[in-house]
């Protein structure tokens, strides 16, 4: 079973896209095995485009997904089965909105700004590389509902809120 990472940006949650976008990638049939909203901070922003850090938009693009230009959240999604990545990736489009299909998510909900920087809705991981390692950066191990990669037993000491 193939497991692929989706980001629903700043952008499509301040334009009230969720809906849309989910319905559009249930067409894949595959299964959401995790999900939640994060508030994304600059080490996870900065780690997830880790291979863009040496681009000059870098900066803007950082400061986008961590939601500096619209809200500061994000939707992040784990879908898993059959061909997880290639689905998704199809749907979603390509990544310069204005080379994506315009029955595509990035074609129909994207755009680029006066800076240059691509505000295409969502995220979708590359490969089965990039899968690994984003889905590991966004979600532990307990917060996915499928077997997915090898995980270890950890004690760990952790300071958390609790309700009130």
């Known amino acids: 079973m193939e497991m692929t990472l989706v980001i629903i940006k700043p952008d499509g ?9 989910l319905t559009r990638l249930s067409e894949t049939k595959l299964e959401i095995v995790g999900a939640k909203v994060v508030r994304v ?7 997830h485009y880790r291979a863009l850090k040496d681009k000059p938009f870098f900066a803007d693009l950082v400061k986008y997904i961590m939601g500096e230009y619209h809200t500061k959240r994000v939707f992040a ?3 898993a089965g059959k061909d997880a990545i290639k689905k998704v990736r199809e749907i ?11 029955v595509s998510i990035r074609g129909a909900y994207g755009r680029i700004t006066t800076k240059g920087v691509y505000e295409n809705v969502i995220h979708a991981s590359a490969n089965t590389e990039d899968a690994e390692r984003e889905i590991k950066l966004w979600f532990s191990p307990e917060e996915i509902v499928a077997e997915a990669y090898p995980a270890v037993e950890a004690e760990e000491k952790v300071r958390r809120q609790k309700w009130a």
């Open 13 to 21: 949650l301040k334009k009230s896209l969720t809906g849309n976008i």
């Open 41 to 47: 901070s600059k080490e996870l922003a900065s780690e």
């Open 77 to 79: 999604l784990v879908y």
């Open 92 to 102: 979603c489009g390509a990544t310069n909105p204005e080379e994506a299909d315009s």
